[in-house]
T-cell receptor, first 110, second 116 residues
Framework: SQQGEEDPQALSIQEGENATMNCSYK?????LQWYRQNSGRGLVHLIL?????REKHSGRLRVTLDTSKKSSSLLITVSRAADTASYFC??????????FGAGTTVTVRA | NAGVTQTPKFQVLKTGQSMTLQCAQD?????MYWYRQDPGMGLRLIYY???????DKGEVPNGYNVSRLNKREFSLRLESAAPSQTSVYFC???????????????FGPGTRLTVT
């Protein structure tokens, strides 16, 4: 069964705006990862946050993790048309298997 | 460095036909995975191989078999295809292992399979 659930399912924003999506999960984790998938392509790893971390930054990406609420958020700042994609959270509870959510589809309008 | 490669990119099968999806990685990763992706359902793990010579079932293994031919290659076989197996199939390999903790997975471009 899928561990992570993203919210919202879809998001449409104007170029230059920020995009925020959330992920909730059910069991304890070692780390949580976010991936991006452009239409018709494979997934690409964006960022990993460990269970003992609360916030992590990578370029225009900011990820937070609240293990007490079993939730994470991904913020993309100053969005660009190239950020149009589906974004998936994936939880690692075993050390070698990931459990993916259904994803958030982000559309950035020019 | 090609990363993870998959063949074929597209395939149409008739119900009952068999086929093998090929996957190879050139990053010297120990662990490899097969997922299927269906609309609105994210990725579901079919089988994985934590190391050469070992394979284990994932969430949805029924109707599939796998072979870890060597460290580079991990194939997925459909013995008797069914319309329910129409999906996009992704192969991935893992940077990291169960002893030091998982890191990111690297994905291939996918195989779009239609079973009629």
């Amino acid at each position: 069964s899928q561990q992570g659930e993203e919210d919202p399912q879809a998001l449409s924003i104007q170029e230059g705006e920020n995009a925020t999506m959330n992920c909730s999960y059910k069991t304890s984790i070692n780390n949580l990862q976010w991936y991006r998938q452009n239409s018709g392509r494979g997934l690409v790893h964006l960022i990993l946050i460990r269970s003992n971390e609360r916030e992590k930054h990578s370029g225009r990406l900011r990820v937070t993790l609240d293990t007490s609420k079993k939730s994470s958020s991904l913020l993309i700042t100053v969005s660009r048309a190239a950020d149009t994609a589906s974004y998936f959270c994936a939880t690692d509870s075993t050390g070698y298997k990931l459990s993916f959510g259904a994803g958030t589809t982000v559309t950035v309008r020019a | 460095n090609a990363g993870v490669t998959q063949t074929p990119k597209f395939q149409v099968l008739k119900t009952g036909q068999s086929m093998t999806l090929q996957c190879a990685q050139d990053m010297n990763h120990n662990s490899m995975y097969w997922y299927r992706q269906d609309p609105g359902m994210g990725l579901r793990l079919i089988y994985y191989s934590a190391s050469e010579g070992t394979t284990d079932k994932g969430e949805v293994p029924n109707g599939y078999n796998v072979s870890r031919l060597n460290k580079r290659e991990f194939s997925l076989r459909l013995e008797s295809a069914a319309p329910s197996q129409t999906s996009v199939y992704f192969c991935a390999s893992l940077a990291g292992d169960e002893f030091i903790g998982a890191y990111e997975q690297y994905f291939g471009p996918g195989t779009r399979l239609t079973v009629t």
